[in-house]
């Protein structure tokens, strides 16, 4: 009942929200026009870090529940980084519900907060490029090369931000 | 999980028994007892009871991510959750009013209008009783510091205490 028009109201807020005042690094629209549960972001590869240049589209899928839950966040553009999956799921500590922590890296602190919205988000996945964290990899190979063998993890995230250009 | 849990039992002795029995009743209560109850714990006792399942038994949520029927709820998870119960209503709640510093709740995005049920935390953060009851049940956290909520109700509770 309440739980559906509550999320799908604040979500129709954001929007409105970020098409009146854009934020620097991203834009963000719905993916199909009836449905306030599915985003698709652009984000720009943050300057002056290795993704600079690139252009990333990535989907939010948001759960009835939110802001109670956490949206999960998909890259659809391939991209090479130690936090993102190799389907392009992202894996950051505030997209995970608090007590979900399963290996106790994460503090609660850092997790999911009802007080985040598709803003507070990008923004710590902009940050997230800028600064990936290889405590916890997503993608463990892209992490290893990062720490061990970063020429090739460079011209790995090049191809991409290529690619990106070429989409 | 289980040898600890007996073990905590056997270590509380009848002192956890006494309280385990009480609090599992406040899980159940709502159907016989509600005449008794206070018009605010009616209105807490209904916030926990909006979500209900397809054959019309609430939820709960013994982890932030697990959601299950209270009939599927162990008995250790009933009394977690009926002790959070228990803690929430002990937070200070009332009415917003236009002399009031914070003009929007930030979980609902909505600004407060005089008449709102409001939910003061200990940390002083204020937000609907509706957004913030249902965040607590899942974490016991203000979602604006990130306080731990029993910490800071114990403090609390130490300070007036010395007065």
Request: aromatic share 8%.
């Amino acid at each position: 009942m309440g739980e559906s028009s509550q999320s799908s109201l604040l979500l129709r807020k954001q929007l409105s929200e970020l098409n009146k005042n854009p934020v620097e690094g991203f834009s963000a629209g719905l993916i199909d026009d009836v449905d306030i549960y599915k985003w698709e972001v652009l984000i720009i590869g943050p300057p002056e870090t290795l993704y600079e240049g690139g252009f990333f589209k990535a989907h939010l899928f948001f759960p009835k529940e939110y802001p109670l839950r956490p949206p999960k966040m998909k890259f659809i553009t391939e991209i090479w980084h130690p936090n993102i999956d190799k389907n392009g799921d992202v894996c950051i500590s505030i997209l995970h519900e608090p007590g979900d922590d399963k290996w106790g890296y994460e503090k609660a602190s850092e997790r999911w907060l009802p007080v985040h919205t598709v803003e507070t988000i990008l923004i710590s996945v902009i940050s997230m490029l800028a600064d990936p964290n290889d405590e916890s990899p997503a993608n463990v190979d892209a992490a290893k090369e990062w720490r061990e063998n970063f020429p090739e993890f460079k011209k790995k995230v090049a191809k991409c931000i290529r690619r990106s250009q070429e989409e | 999980m289980g040898n600890c849990l007996s073990h905590f039992c056997s270590a509380m002795g009848n002192c956890l028994k006494g309280s385990a029995s009480d609090d599992v009743s406040l899980l159940r209560g709502g159907d016989g007892t509600r005449e008794s109850l206070s018009s605010d714990q009616i209105h807490s006792s209904e916030i926990f009871h909006q979500q209900l399942s397809e054959s019309n038994v609430p939820e709960y949520y013994p982890s932030p991510n697990v959601r299950r029927p209270l009939n599927q709820l162990t008995e250790e998870e009933q009394i977690k959750i009926a002790k959070r119960m228990g803690l929430i209503q002990h937070l200070p709640s009332g009415v917003f009013d236009e002399s009031a510093k914070p003009r929007e709740c930030v979980i609902c995005m909505i600004d407060f209008v005089p008449g709102d049920r409001v939910r003061y935390m200990p940390c002083m953060h204020v937000y609907h009783v509706k957004c913030i009851d249902d965040w607590l049940m899942r974490s016991f956290t203000c979602p604006s510091c990130m306080e731990p909520v029993d910490v800071a109700l114990f403090l609390t509770y130490e300070t007036s205490g010395h007065r």
